[in-house]
């Protein structure tokens, strides 16, 4: 059954270092996410992404975020300078998009960061 | 206003029973879909069931049906014959709007506990 990719599984880093996060959403799938899951609480939007470009971010996503696909099956969440806050669990998700199975986002199994 | 509220922040249930995880929700978009998903303590967002707001029916999955409740604006999960490997956090989210990209609204979740 084709499913979401991330990897690594855990990153640690060092505040104030860049971290590179990476998806490969399911092969036919046209929309791609990233949610992110602070430890304990509620999974959160970060942005969306159709057509090699962002169609609705949150406040979440500011200056020090950003989103890439590369080639034809990577996406990457970037974040520029990570702060102790940013540690979380994140989440890709990807959807064929159209028609009610296209609603449908699958999930990554997450990378989890944590930031010291 | 939260636009999804799970108000069973913990739920016990006897294995071989039914348990049902409640979930309201708040739009005024006449078109939008529910979501529900589970995630078991090693972390990943596994998809469990979908309901979309024309849906006439109720979706049903395997054990897992939605109780869907327009007019209460409720769309409560069912699980029938609860087996230990349900114990894990469910998660209701809603998309709003047709678009095939919209994003997910989280509810806080349920922490699941079967028991023997």
């Known amino acids: 059954e084709p499913e979401v990719t991330q990897t690594p599984s855990h990153q640690v880093t060092q505040m104030g270092q860049e971290v590179i996060l990476r998806c490969v959403p399911i092969?036919?799938?046209?929309?791609f996410y990233w949610y992110r899951q602070i430890l304990g609480q509620k999974v959160e939007f970060l942005v969306s992404?159709?057509?090699?470009?962002?169609?609705?971010k949150s406040e979440i996503f500011d200056d020090q975020f950003s989103v890439e696909r590369p080639d034809g099956s990577n996406f990457t969440l970037k974040i520029r300078s990570t702060k102790l806050e940013d540690s979380a669990m994140y989440f890709c998700?990807?959807?064929?998009?159209?028609?009610?199975?296209?609603?449908?986002?699958?999930f990554g199994a997450g990378t989890r960061l944590s930031v010291l | 206003a939260q636009k999804i509220t799970q108000t069973q922040p913990g739920m016990f249930v006897q294995e071989k029973e039914a348990v049902t995880l409640d979930c309201t929700y708040d739009?005024?978009?006449?078109?939008?879909?529910l979501f529900w998903y589970k995630q078991p303590s090693s972390g990943e967002m596994i998809f469990l069931i979908y309901?979309?707001?024309?849906?006439?029916q109720n979706a049903t999955e395997g054990r897992y049906s939605l109780n869907f409740q327009k007019a209460r604006k409720s769309a409560n999960l069912v699980i029938s014959a609860s087996q230990l490997g349900d114990s894990a956090m469910y998660f209701c989210?809603?998309?709003?709007?047709?678009?095939?990209?919209?994003?997910?609204?989280f509810g806080t979740g349920t922490q699941l506990k079967v028991e023997l």
């Open positions: 092969s036919n799938h046209l929309y």
């Open positions: 739009t005024s978009d006449p078109s939008y879909g």
């Open positions: 309901q979309g707001s024309y849906d006439q």
């Open positions: 998700a990807s959807s064929e998009g159209g028609g009610r199975v296209g609603n449908i986002q699958y």
């Open positions: 989210a809603m998309r709003e709007g047709r678009g095939g990209g919209n994003k997910l609204t």
């Open positions: 992404f159709y057509n090699n470009e962002i169609s609705e």
